[in-house]
């Protein structure tokens, strides 16, 4: 008798979501295996950031309607710190909150990275690190080839080294998938070219990757699954050179763009 495959990560099948007084995911369905590199394309008012926060269980959906279906990890129920030990999250919001606590605090790398494991940014005088987090603390400063910052203070860091400094906090607990919210906003053409090479080595790592984006240059050769996000729906969904079309783009963006091909990166120019 054959083992049965492993649980869906995400399972969503037709779920509605509010904000306030207005419907941002209707009738919404989306379903992600363990081990999918995946991107998530839209133009802002899409509904990313909403299924963001469905993912990483912050947001739930209507509990009516036509058979909602709504697990994560293969569950009907969960605790929120369970959702945060199995997905990491590296979120725009939490990168401009970063800016000004870390300048005011002066935290380092090393604590940025701790910090992880008590949920806040950086340490506070009641946080008891432990030695085994400390290693592992140390395993991500050299895996993220920031080791040599692990004391810097992130204020004194380049914004594609403080970028990093958060992919370590996002990994403290070895999560099962990785959610990027637009990670590459901000940086420069040198700090995106690394950010590209550390996003490679976690997909080559085996964790899922979840990368939510509107510039296709931060798709890496790994990803094989993209999804189109329009007015809260999902309007395409498959292997990037189906999906990644100069029309379905432009229809995406409402305006004429043309995909182009640069030393092996995707990237849309105007048509």
Not at 159 to 166: C, K, M
Request: charged content about 25%; glycine content about 8%; some cysteine.
């Amino acid at each position: 008798m054959s083992p049965l495959p492993p649980p869906l990560l995400i399972d969503f099948r037709k779920i509605t979501v509010l904000r306030g007084d207005r419907v941002i995911l209707r009738d919404f369905s989306l379903q992600v295996s363990p081990g999918e590199h995946i991107a998530i394309l839209g133009p802002n008012g899409s509904g990313k950031s909403t299924l963001v926060k469905l993912m990483t269980g912050e947001l739930y959906p209507l509990a009516d309607g036509p058979n909602p279906h709504f697990r994560l990890f293969g569950q009907d129920c969960w605790a929120l710190d369970d959702v945060r030990v199995r997905i990491g999250l590296v979120a725009l919001d939490l990168l401009q909150h970063l800016s000004h606590e870390v300048t005011a605090r002066e935290v380092t790398a090393r604590e940025m990275i701790l910090s992880g494991f008590f949920n806040s940014i950086g340490l506070w005088p009641h946080h008891r690190v432990t030695p085994a987090q400390e290693h592992r603390a140390r395993t991500l400063l050299r895996f993220l080839e920031i080791g040599h910052l692990a004391r810097r203070p992130l204020s004194a860091m380049s914004s594609g080294e403080q970028r990093r400094a958060l992919i370590g906090r996002a990994l403290v607990h070895d999560p099962e998938a990785l959610i990027l919210d637009e990670p590459t906003n901000s940086l420069d053409p040198g700090a995106v070219r690394e950010f590209r090479q550390v996003l490679r080595r976690l997909a080559q790592s085996g964790k899922t990757l979840i990368l939510v984006t509107h510039h296709i240059s931060d798709l890496i050769p790994e990803i094989e699954r993209v999804i189109l996000m329009q007015a809260g729906c999902i309007v395409r969904d498959g292997p990037p050179r189906r999906v990644l079309t100069s029309a379905a783009l432009s229809r995406l963006f409402g305006t004429k763009l043309r995909v182009v091909r640069r030393r092996g990166k995707l990237d849309l120019t105007s048509a």
